[in-house]
């Protein structure tokens, strides 16, 4: 069956998302509530479609499967931002539209036209100001190395590839990972609330009117086949409604404590399942179904779709064994509604995948072979271009060579980094490495083959001494001369003591200059929009930090700018 076919009849929806109700006239339907645009889901992109769309002047409704915040609130808290932000300016940091541009072009690709990427960099600093005039706080401590994620007290750095010698060709290093500011000790997870939370709170001081607990089983069109207004499970308040939250909190809190792959994980997730179908059973029996107007348009803005095992193995079965990064409500349920009305999507199949090396920065100065033994990119280059290399070109299997000098190192270097850093390093220094001085023992435990590996050390060891480059441009500073005692450590997608994070990227194809979903004919849906990760956006190709909030940002304003005008009429 083509894509284009799939509808809630078919066998492979792997989705609880019905089929449209299809009303005569929207004016005669004894509607619950009504407001000129609701949003399904309210995240990143849900709450910036809200809040613009409350700025110019319209009535908003946000509903939610929990009480808010997506995968937004539970990111690192990165906007990606540049093009001279007032952050960057007070940090002294020299960056331009055109630069950003440039820098840019090389990782999102085609996946947006060029003039939406240019856009994209022109809008920029006005965006920071906007979450900024909304209450969201940054900080210009500038941090300068290449990591994944600076340390406490650091908030501008380069959350990307700038720093890549490869990249610099293009665009000269400007740091733009703006990590959002809070006060009080630093919490690694959750800080992305300080984007997030600020922002609701400015749209509900607006008028937003949240129902949460909430969940879309289906659009409502109208006889011109325009969307106006959406089916949806609501949980009634009260008694009910804390017990419910109670129990997914403790449920998800559960699955939480250790990735999936670790011992011990299987039980805690049991448990944590435990609870969550205690909520689902009082959700099942108390829900009422209500029917809420949409006068000028529904945003979907509910994530993608990387907690839908089913949808992963279908569309992207190179990542099914990676672990999924986000929220449980990331189940594609979004997408689904769209395409239970002829909507089009476009790059189901990607994925981004997470191996970060940095820090320990010891590590990136080793080596990374795939099964021949051979090396297939450069070691300090952002986590997600390692991922998408190992992933997409080397079925998902690679294999990091360092030796005991470097090792050494790496144990003090994890020693002063953030506790999810150094935990997940150590885990892998000394529960997920073979260590020996003879080359034929690391490739047998590893099934690598030996020949590869042993010319691949020897050529990256000569570039070394030779105070050269490396083949894929790693800088002589990067490097180091591996001999002595090897350590080999497992980071294939299916290691079990290195868990590799995924999430989709692909989704609702938009018009890209209203936000409003496209059909399967190529025409914007009427009553019909899509922000953050239910759609194809800015970072639909591959993923730097940051990158995807700042989509959300930038697509959800995008419909509240435009909402009830269709720019292809």
């Not at 630093?186 to 969940?215: D, H, M, R, S």
């Not at 990607?350 to 099964?371: C, D, E, M």
């Not at 989509?551 to 419909?559: A, K, Q, V, Y």
Request: net charge positive.
């Amino acid at each position: 069956m083509l894509e284009t076919e799939l509808n809630p009849k078919s066998e492979f929806w792997f989705s609880n998302v019905e089929e449209p109700k299809i009303v005569t006239d929207a004016s005669t339907v004894n509607w619950d509530d009504e407001a000129d645009l609701i949003v399904v889901g309210l995240g990143g992109g849900g709450i910036a479609a809200a809040l613009e769309s409350l700025d110019q002047g319209h009535s908003v409704i946000g509903l939610d499967k929990t009480s808010g915040g997506g995968a937004t609130a539970r990111s690192g808290g990165v906007f990606y931002a540049g093009g001279g932000t007032s952050i960057q300016k007070e940090a002294g940091i020299e960056d331009s539209i055109d630069n950003m541009y440039n820098y840019l072009k090389q990782e999102v690709g085609d996946v947006v036209s060029d003039t939406t990427l240019r856009k994209f960099c022109e809008d920029s600093p006005g965006n920071t100001q906007w979450l900024i005039d909304n209450g969201v706080k940054f900080n210009s401590t500038y941090y300068p190395k290449k990591t994944s994620y600076p340390d406490a007290g650091h908030y501008l750095y380069h959350s990307d590839n700038s720093l890549v010698p490869s990249y610099m060709e293009q665009a000269y290093p400007a740091a733009r990972g703006h990590r959002g500011f809070e006060e009080g000790p630093f919490k690694p997870i959750g800080v992305g609330g300080t984007i997030f939370y600020p922002l609701k709170k400015a749209a509900q001081a607006k008028g937003l009117k949240i129902y949460q607990q909430t969940e879309v089983r289906a659009l409502v069109i109208d006889a011109n086949n325009s969307v106006c207004g959406v089916k949806c499970l609501m949980l009634p308040g009260g008694s009910i409604r804390e017990k419910y939250k109670k129990l997914i909190s403790r449920g998800e809190t559960l699955q939480m404590i250790l990735p999936p792959t670790y011992p011990g994980a299987s039980l805690l997730r049991a448990w944590g399942a435990y609870f969550i179908n205690k909520a689902n059973k009082i959700a099942r029996q108390y829900q009422e179904i209500k029917f809420l107007r949409a006068k000028k348009g529904v945003c979907i803005s509910a994530g993608g779709f990387i907690f839908n095992r089913e949808m992963v193995n279908h569309y992207a079965p190179k990542y099914s064994q990676g672990m999924p990064l986000g929220t449980a409500c990331d189940d594609g349920s979004g997408i689904r509604l769209g395409q239970s009305i002829g909507a089009k999507t476009s790059l189901m199949n990607r994925v981004t995948a997470w191996r970060f090396l940095n820090p320990p920065r010891s590590f990136a100065k080793g080596i990374v072979v795939n099964k021949q033994g051979h090396r297939f990119t450069n070691e300090m280059v952002y986590g997600a271009t390692l991922g998408d290399a190992m992933c997409e070109d080397q079925n998902g299997k690679a294999y990091l060579i360092i030796n005991q000098e470097l090792l050494n190192a790496a144990k003090k270097e994890a020693s002063k980094s953030l506790p999810f850093q150094r935990d997940a390093a150590r885990m892998m220094m000394y529960f997920g490495s073979k260590k020996s001085k003879d080359l034929d023992v690391i490739a047998k435990k590893y099934n690598i083959d030996s020949r590869g590996l042993e010319e691949s050390i020897q050529k990256y060891n000569e570039c070394y001494r030779n105070n050269s480059s490396c083949e894929f441009g790693k800088a002589h500073k990067d490097m180091a001369l591996l001999e002595g005692t090897f350590i080999a450590m497992d980071i294939s997608i299916d290691a079990k003591i290195a868990p590799l994070p995924t999430l989709t990227l692909g989704g609702l194809v938009v018009n890209e200059d209203d936000g409003s979903v496209v059909g399967t004919d190529g025409r914007s849906i009427k009553g019909l929009y899509a922000a953050g990760r239910s759609a194809v956006g800015i970072c639909s190709n591959i993923y730097v930090s940051g990158l995807s909030v700042a989509d959300c940002i930038f697509s959800g304003r995008r419909i509240g700018k435009n909402l009830g005008v269709y720019k292809d009429e």
